[in-house]
C-alpha cells in the first residue's frame, strides 16, 4: 500500500481500488491519502465515493501490520471496486497546523531545558506536550508561547525528506531514536524547520510556519517525578 501522506500532506483527494474489504466495513485501499490514528495525532475522517456514486463515509482509519484500514458506515464496497478518496480537510489541516506547532514548542522546551519530550497528543480543541523536566516552574513554561508565536512570525517553510537510513543518523536530533528503527526500516521520513528543529516524524505537517495561528499555553501540570504536562490550544482572532 502506497501512502500518499507522506510525500503529499496537501493531497485532498486521490483515485484508489479496493483490495480487500473485512465484516463489511474495514476497507484496505492500493493507496490511500488518509492519515491512520498514529504517533499521537488522530486519524482522518472523509469519504470514499464508488464509480456509481455510492458514498462511504470513513469514520475511522488505523494501521494494522503493513495495512491501513478504512472503517466505513455504510456496507457494500467489494474488492476490485473503483473508489475516490476525500479527505475531511478542515479535520486534517488543523491537525497538521497543531502538530507542526507540537515540534516548535517541543524544540524550544529541549534547547531550552535540554528535557525529552516523552510523547504528545493532538487534539481539535487543545493539543499536549509531555516531557521529562525536574524542575517545575509555570511562569518559564509560560514564557515558551512567546517564543513559539515568534517563530511562527518568521514563516518559516518546513520541508519533508524521505533520506536513506544512514544519512538521516547523521542528524544529531535523528540519531537520539535510531534504536526506534529497526533495521528493515531503509528509508527515514524527516522534517525540518530550518534553525528551530528537525526530527524524525511521520506525521502530516503544514508548509510555512506562517500559517499556524499564535498558540496560548492554556495548563500545565506536573504528572509526577521528573514528568510535565503542557496544554496548549490556538488563539481566536
Known amino acids: 500500500m502506497k501512502e500518499l501522506y507522506l510525500t503529499d500532506c496537501y493531497m485532498k483527494e486521490?483515485?484508489?481500488?479496493?483490495?480487500?474489504?473485512?465484516?463489511?466495513?474495514?476497507?484496505v485501499l492500493d493507496n490511500t491519502a488518509f492519515y491512520p490514528n498514529s504517533g499521537g495525532q488522530p486519524h482522518d475522517t472523509g469519504m470514499l465515493v464508488r464509480e456509481d456514486g455510492t458514498e462511504f463515509?470513513?469514520?475511522?482509519?488505523?494501521?494494522?501490520?503493513?495495512?491501513?484500514s478504512h472503517e466505513v458506515t455504510t456496507s457494500g464496497?467489494?474488492?476490485?471496486?473503483?473508489?475516490?478518496?476525500?479527505?475531511?480537510?478542515?479535520?486534517?489541516?488543523?491537525?497538521m497546523q497543531y502538530h507542526?506547532?507540537?515540534?516548535?514548542?517541543?524544540?524550544?522546551?529541549?534547547?531550552?531545558?535540554?528535557?525529552?519530550?516523552?510523547?504528545n497528543q493532538?487534539?481539535?480543541?487543545?493539543?499536549?506536550?509531555?516531557f521529562n523536566l525536574e524542575d517545575f516552574d509555570r511562569?518559564?513554561?509560560?514564557?515558551?508561547?512567546?517564543?513559539?508565536?515568534?517563530?511562527?512570525d518568521r514563516k518559516i517553510p518546513v520541508s519533508i525528506d524521505i533520506m536513506p537510513r544512514e544519512e538521516a543518523f547523521k542528524i544529531p536530533s535523528v540519531i537520539k531514536l535510531k534504536d526506534a528503527f529497526p533495521p528493515e526500516i531503509e528509508d527515514i521520513?524527516?522534517?525540518?524547520?530550518?534553525?528551530?528543529?528537525?526530527?524524525?516524524?511521520?506525521?502530516?505537517?503544514?508548509?510555512?510556519?506562517?500559517?499556524?495561528?499564535h498558540i496560548e499555553i492554556i495548563k500545565a501540570e506536573n504528572k509526577g517525578k521528573n514528568n510535565r504536562r503542557v496544554y496548549f490550544k490556538f488563539r481566536e482572532n
Not at 463515509?57 to 491501513?68: G, H, L, Q, R, T
Open 189 to 213: 521520513r524527516v522534517i525540518s524547520i530550518p534553525d528551530v528543529d528537525t526530527q524524525a516524524c511521520g506525521g502530516t505537517h503544514i508548509a510555512n510556519t506562517g500559517d499556524i495561528p
Open 57 to 68: 463515509p470513513v469514520s475511522y482509519v488505523a494501521k494494522f501490520e503493513s495495512n491501513i
Open 77 to 95: 464496497l467489494k474488492a476490485g471496486d473503483k473508489v475516490k478518496g476525500i479527505i475531511d480537510w478542515d479535520r486534517r489541516y488543523l491537525f
Open 14 to 27: 486521490f483515485d484508489a481500488t479496493v483490495e480487500s474489504v473485512k465484516d463489511d466495513k474495514f476497507v
Open 100 to 119: 507542526t506547532a507540537c515540534h516548535i514548542l517541543s524544540a524550544i522546551i529541549h534547547n531550552d531545558t535540554g528535557a525529552k519530550i516523552s510523547g
Open 139 to 152: 511562569d518559564q513554561i509560560k514564557s515558551y508561547e512567546g517564543k513559539v508565536n515568534e517563530i511562527i
Open 122 to 130: 493532538l487534539g481539535e480543541d487543545k493539543t499536549r506536550v509531555d
